[in-house]
């Protein structure tokens, strides 16, 4: 990830399911690719579409109103499961830049982050209450740290500083890390008694 | 005198390279980076974009398991594998291996398996280890005192380019376990049970160790099974602290050091536990004399409950439509339940004491006619091992088809799929839904409540079978 995202503004698409989980998200059948692209018209695959294949017209993201939205609320637990990174390239692919919800699975808010995909998380009654609103253009001022609404409400949400920092700056934590190198030198040179072992 | 630590903060400490600030998150040193075909190829590209190649090839070691079929090749030597993206993606993992010299566990290599089985079974997973894989999973290998969790493939990309990842220290939570277990009550009913109790969110954030007498006296395999669910739990990792069990096994493998230095790394090994008076972030306590053998309703590892239990009523409009989608009734029995598919397998359930334990209920008996059932090897070892005791034999007898190595219907991306509405008592850890092929319910259970449940036809209490067995004998 390198391109630097300050603010979201968008209307968004709820999806009030607790624990939805990345088999949901993209299921399986659809990691059997070598490429991070292309992703997005898989995204939530059985939800999009019935058993018999048709587009399902009640599904949050089929409906047409929704359409160009990149604020996605969901409920509690949002990203548990898997550690695909397949997850967020799929929401991104589909034009999502932000999730809302009372809980970000750990290591789906790590890859998510890497991916320009921002993780809001507030309190379960705020997420409930934004769930109403679905249709209000919600601000997301990531410097602040705060979710505006049109109604002037502001949310505090908490990022990592790090976090924070490559989604403003665009920091590409690859390069972060190379330049740590000589440190990791000095660390390798230590050998501590695990690093001893050969494999 | 330096204040206590607790397991976790001994193996972060050990593998800081850089601390962490407010700023910035640690630099944490990985000393062994596990590979599979799924989640790195994006990671290589990467890679290879940026001109870089791997830092140590030598601390990186891969395999071939999610895509693989578990049916033989055809006469023509071909694998049937379910699509030619999927062979494209073995074929990928293969050109990465050889042009950057990591060594590859390849289709016909008798050390080949599901990478959290053949890890541990060639004792490349040590304890006091950071141990990392592009597979959330990864939290078994905690079983033996490794700080071990799951990543991204960005952070795959991370990891081979530099061997550090950057982290931010997890919490501790303790899971105490006490008491012996009841008849026909293993490792993944506990850990079914604990999630039933703490919720599939309840180690979000946190590491946990699982310790108390339960834990002690369980086997390395029983330890596995219960850290791998622990990501079922939310949490990074599992960890459980090394002591004789552990050093018995790795003695045995072929990876782990021999002789001089292996009495050297046991005495290093046997200071990896946390100080008595270690603080944790939380602390549970379980009575595990009170679990029974253990199931799911729903669709998520907490929906547990006892299989003698009534399915609960729905507490909220999720449980509502998990019920609607499992097609279950609350206040119905969950035995009784009719069954399709029952799947014996995975990286939770599919090394040799959890196919003995198939083999014990099979034995003598026959899979009911509805029921097609399949029991996968976790590995090339598992599977040998298991036909020399000729449990092939007696899974065959009994109707059950007997697989190839891999995955296979866990993840059900190799063409072994669970049909859309059938149901499926499975040993694998999630029961999400079309986890196990679109529309497939499933429902998370012991190898013993899977073999059961094989020969009545439904969701059965083995408790039962077994005292059957017994009075009639
Ligand atoms: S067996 Fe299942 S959980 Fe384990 S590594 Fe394979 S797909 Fe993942």
Redesign the interface.
């Known amino acids: ?1 390198s391109t630097a995202i300050r603010h979201i503004r968008s209307a968004s698409v709820v999806l ?4 939805i ?1 990345t ?2 998200i993209i ?3 659809f ?6 692209t292309g992703l997005g018209q898989h995204a939530f695959a ?1 939800w999009r579409k019935r ?1 018999d294949g048709s587009v399902d017209p009640d599904f949050a993201l089929n409906r047409p109103q929704n359409a160009g939205r990149s604020i996605l609320i969901a ?3 949002f990203g ?7 997850a ?1 390239w799929a929401l991104v692919d589909a034009g999502l830049r932000a999730v809302v919800s009372s ?1 970000v ?3 789906f808010r ?2 998510a982050l ?2 320009g995909l921002v993780p809001v998380v507030l309190d379960e009654g705020t997420v409930q209450d934004l769930m109403r609103r679905p249709d209000d253009v919600l601000e997301i001022d990531i410097a602040a740290g705060e979710l505006r609404t049109p109604a002037g409400e502001a949310h505090r949400f908490e990022l ?3 976090a924070r ?1 490559c989604l403003l700056e665009g920091v590409d ?2 390069g ?3 330049a ?2 000589p ?2 030198t ?3 040179t230590r050998q ?4 001893r ?3 | 005198m330096a204040p206590p630590k607790t397991l976790l903060d001994k193996l972060w400490d ?2 800081v ?2 601390p962490e600030t ?4 640690a ?1 944490l ?1 990985v ?2 980076h596990l590979v599979h075909e ?2 790195s ?2 990671a290589f ?2 890679l290879e974009a ?1 001109g ?1 190649s791997p ?1 140590r090839p ?2 990186t ?1 891969a395999t071939l398991d ?2 693989t079929p578990t049916l033989p090749a055809a006469t023509d030597g071909r694998l049937p594998y ?2 030619a ?2 062979e ?2 073995v074929e ?1 993992l293969r050109r990465n291996c050889a042009r950057h010299g990591i ?1 590859l566990f390849d289709l016909g290599d008798a050390r080949r398996g599901i990478v959290h089985v053949v890890a541990p079974e060639l004792g ?1 997973t ?1 304890p ?3 141990i990392v894989c ?3 999973h ?1 939290s078994t290998h905690g079983a033996f005192g490794a700080l071990a ?7 795959v ?2 990891v081979l ?6 982290q ?1 220290k ?1 919490r501790a939570l303790a899971i105490t376990i006490d008491g012996e277990l009841g008849p026909g009550v293993g490792a993944k009913d506990v850990v079914l049970h604990v999630i039933g109790r703490i919720g ?2 309840g180690g ?2 946190h590491v946990i160790e699982f310790r108390g007498s339960t834990v002690r006296a369980m086997s390395m395999e029983q330890r596995m099974t219960l850290c791998n669910m622990a990501i079922e739990a ?1 949490a ?1 990792a599992g960890l459980v602290a090394p002591d004789a069990t552990t050093f018995a096994w790795l003695a045995k493998t072929p ?3 021999t002789g001089e230095a292996l009495d ?2 046991i005495a ?1 090994w046997r200071t990896l536990a946390s100080d008595p008076d270690a603080a944790f972030d939380q602390e549970v306590r379980i009575d595990a004399r009170g679990i029974r053998p253990t199931v799911t309703w729903g669709t ?1 590892p ?1 929906t547990a409950l006892a299989v003698d239990q009534r399915i609960p009523a729905p507490a ?3 449980e509502t ?1 998990a019920l609607a989608y499992m097609q279950l009734q609350a206040g119905a029995h969950i035995a009784g339940t009719p069954v399709d598919v029952v799947f014996v397998g995975s990286c939770t359930n599919g090394r040799l004491s959890d196919l003995r334990d198939v083999a014990r209920v099979l034995d003598g008996r026959r899979v009911h006619p509805r029921v097609r059932m399949l029991v996968v090897p976790g590995s090339e070892q598992v599977k040998r091992e298991a036909e020399a005791e000729g449990i092939d034999v007696i899974v065959r007898a009994a109707g059950a088809e007997w697989r190839e190595p891999g995955c296979s219907m866990c ?3 190799n063409g072994d799929l669970v049909a ?1 509405g059938q149901l499926a008592v499975s040993t694998s850890n ?1 029961n ?4 196990q092929g ?2 497939a319910r499933t429902l998370l259970a012991s190898p013993l409540t899977a073999a059961a449940s094989a020969v009545a036809g439904v969701v059965a209490d083995v408790r039962e079978l077994e005292t059957a067995a017994t009075e009639a004998a």
């Open positions: 990830m009030a399911q607790a624990n989980d088999d949901r299921p399986a059948r990691l059997s690719t070598t490429t991070r059985d058993s409920g509690r637990n548990c499961g898997s550690s695909r990174e397949h967020p809980q699975a750990d290591i790590a890859n890497k991916n990592d500083a790090f920092t934590e690859l972060y890390l190379l740590r190198s440190d990791i000095r660390y390798e501590t008694p695990e690093f072992h050969g494999f | 050990a593998h390279v850089v407010a700023d910035a998150p630099v040193y000393d062994l799924v989640t190829p994006q590209t990467e940026r870089l830092r030598d601390r070691k999610h895509s379910a699509s993206q999927s494209a993606q990928a060594e490349l040590q006091g280890q950071t592009g597979d959330s990864t969790f799951g990543i991204g493939s960005s952070e990309g991370h380019a530099t061997q550090c990842l950057l931010r997890p599939v969110n979000t954030g939310g990074r990876r782990a050091p050297e790394a290093h998520h907490g909220d409009g999720a439509k993840i059900a991306m859309p999630r999400f839904e079309g986890r679109p529309g």
